[in-house]
């Protein structure tokens, strides 16, 4: 398994744009798979965007396509959400997940690493 920690959250305005970090340990980073979920203050935590251990498929929900990329550098055993045209909506405590798995995955159940979360907050 893998250890994950994410970095790079922060206050922002609408418009705006945020990068992500989500630093692996771990020799086996580059096998898998990862994912970027989210959760608001009373909501579920939903996903963000999914990717295969070598970005070859990928997932983004409707609310953030077009806006946000995630990418994977195996060689610095990072993962990156780059969000631009940040809305109030986007407003969230952001996690990075790995699963084992070599393939890209939508569910929260499905990833069996996660990092501690970074708050990402837009005003209006």
């Known amino acids: 398994q893998v250890q994950l920690v994410e970095s790079g959250g922060g206050l922002v305005q609408a418009g705006g744009s945020l990068r992500l970090s989500c630093e692996a340990s771990?020799?086996?980073?580059?096998?898998?798979?990862m994912g970027w979920f989210r959760q608001a203050p009373g909501k579920e935590r939903d996903i963000v965007a999914a990717v295969s251990w070598n970005g070859g498929n990928a997932y983004y929900a409707d609310s953030v396509k077009g806006r946000f990329t995630l990418s994977k550098d195996n060689a610095k055993n990072t993962a990156y959400l780059q969000m631009n045209s940040l809305k109030p909506e986007d407003t969230a405590v952001y996690y990075c997940?790995?699963?084992?798995?070599?393939?890209?995955?939508?569910?929260?159940?499905?990833?069996?690493?996660w990092g501690q979360g970074t708050q990402v907050t837009v005003s209006s």
């Open positions: 997940a790995a699963r084992r798995d070599p393939s890209m995955a939508t569910m929260w159940g499905y990833y069996g690493c």
């Open positions: 771990g020799r086996s980073f580059s096998s898998y798979a």
